[in-house]
């Protein structure tokens, strides 16, 4: 059964700090990806990664950066919050090849005062 | 580019079916799939759907797909309190690891 944990499910930050949402999938999956889930917008992807050291940007990278050191574990920093980062962070993972699902992990909810 | 876009509310009464609507504007997708999202929790896959298949059904699920019009959609019969969600559906292209997911359908379903 595969798990995808996220390492805090609220959290509340303030404008200007530096935020680090950790990712964790325990299946030996190659790729993972960061999302941010907005009422009325859907799923947006932020960041992906295909291997370990090797990202791709999304449709809204900017003002996020990742970090994927080891295979299992995939970070997400805000480098100086912003308000507009007030979101639902969704993180999943996925094998490589056609059809395979990506397993989501429970979501952090992100408050940036 | 890519665009998927859903309804965002859809109303039923228990008992009754529902039928989630979905139009992409890629027609290199090659999979298609339906996602559900509980409150506080992160997305579960439904069911997917090739792209060289018209539909596919799983229990109380049918998925329908229209090529020439780039329209898929989800039924659901026999709609149950449980099945209250986001429902989100979101298209593969071509060997590309990304999934584009579209703007989500709320589902509420009134006893």
């Known amino acids: 059964d595969v798990k995808v944990t996220q390492s805090s499910r609220y959290l509340v930050k303030r404008t200007g700090e530096k935020v680090f949402l950790e990712c964790v999938q325990d299946m030996d999956h190659e790729n993972m990806f960061w999302y941010r889930q907005d009422p009325g917008l859907g799923l947006r992807l932020i960041y992906f990664?295909?291997?370990?050291?090797?990202?791709e940007k999304g449709d809204i990278p900017e003002g996020y950066s990742v970090s994927r050191e080891k295979k299992e574990r995939f970070s997400l920093i805000l480098e100086s919050a912003s308000t507009n980062q007030t979101s639902m962070y969704l993180c999943?993972?996925?094998?490589?090849?056609?059809?395979?699902?990506?397993?989501f992990g429970p979501g952090t909810r992100l408050l940036v005062l | 580019g890519e665009d998927v876009e859903q309804s965002l509310f859809l109303s039923v009464r228990e008992g009754d079916s529902s039928v989630i609507n979905c139009t992409y504007t890629?027609?290199?997708?090659?999979?298609l799939y339906w996602y559900k999202q509980e409150p506080g929790a992160g997305l579960q896959l439904l069911t997917y759907i090739f792209s060289n298949m018209d539909m596919k059904q799983d229990q109380r699920l049918t998925v329908l797909l229209n090529k020439k019009d780039k329209h898929l959609s989800l039924r659901i019969a026999d709609t149950q309190t449980g099945d209250s969600a986001i429902y989100f559906c979101a298209e593969m292209v071509g060997g590309y690891q990304k999934v584009t997911f579209g703007t989500g359908t709320k589902l509420q379903v009134i006893p």
């Open positions: 890629d027609s290199s997708s090659t999979y």
């Open positions: 999943a993972s996925r094998l490589t090849g056609g059809g395979e699902t990506q397993y």
């Open positions: 990664s295909y291997d370990v050291k090797m990202k």
